[in-house]
């Protein structure tokens, strides 16, 4: 059966920490992954996206690579602060679809 | 643009009573999608519309609900009769073309059903 895993433990750093959070899938031919930022109360925000012919996208602080070979994707924030903390999910196309498929994310904890 | 518009913000309701949740999507996104996110499943694609019309339902989990899309600027999702395991968060979503433009969604919907 398709699967999208997070981690669902939260992860807790120190600001000025880079953060990284894992997306790994099974069944899945995905031709785009995405990243999204929830917070408490609110819908989930787009941050970034990527195609299954690219290993890597930057933006500001945030880093994501993707590896179809591994079927995972590593999401970094460099220079973590208190305000990155949230829920991040990851989302999933299949080639052919028009669809997302969301994994249930994992929050994130940044200490001052 | 004020983004994705959802009505109401909480939803309190009785079991066997019908709900209708409201969404306004960004002007000029073509796309419509409902989800329901809940914390043992996740958020779960219920249903969604190209152009106003439903492409794929097969989401939505029963029956008792149904949704509708009149026109660009309005969709609705009703449950009829709602029951307790209804209770969830309920997302509306919109974007131009598919996915590769990223999804905007709404604040959500909490529906509580006693």
């Known amino acids: 059966s398709q699967k999208i895993e997070q981690n669902s433990e939260a992860l807790n750093i120190q600001e000025g920490k880079t953060a990284t959070l894992t997306c790994n899938y099974t069944?899945?031919?995905?031709?785009?992954l995405q990243w999204y930022r929830q917070d408490p109360g609110r819908g989930p925000v787009f941050l970034l996206l990527?195609?299954?012919?690219?290993k890597e996208k930057r933006k500001e602080r945030l880093k994501v690579t993707f590896d179809t070979t591994l079927k995972q994707s590593l999401f970094h924030i460099t220079a973590s602060q208190p305000a990155d903390s949230a829920t991040y999910l990851c989302?999933?196309?299949?080639?052919?679809?028009?669809?997302?498929?969301f994994g249930k994310g994992t929050m994130l904890l940044v200490s001052p | 643009d004020a983004g994705v518009i959802q009505s109401p913000r909480h939803e309190v309701t009785e079991m066997g009573q019908e709900v209708t949740l409201r969404c306004k999507p960004i002007?000029?996104?073509?796309?419509l999608f409902w989800y329901r996110q809940t914390m043992m499943r996740g958020l779960e694609l219920l249903i969604y519309?190209?152009?106003?019309?439903?492409?794929?339902d097969s989401g939505m989990p029963e029956d008792r609900f149904s949704a509708k899309m009149p026109n660009a600027s309005f969709s609705t999702l009703k449950i009829q009769p709602s029951e307790p395991r209804d209770s969830a968060v309920y997302f509306c979503?919109?974007?131009?073309?598919?996915?590769?433009?990223?999804?905007?969604f709404g604040s959500g919907t909490r529906l509580t059903v006693v």
């Open positions: 979503a919109s974007s131009f073309r598919t996915a590769p433009y990223g999804y905007t």
């Open positions: 069944n899945y031919s995905p031709a785009y």
């Open positions: 990527i195609r299954e012919n690219e």
């Open positions: 989302a999933l196309m299949n080639s052919g679809y028009s669809t997302l498929t």
């Open positions: 002007s000029g996104h073509d796309y």
């Open positions: 519309f190209n152009n106003n019309v439903p492409i794929d």
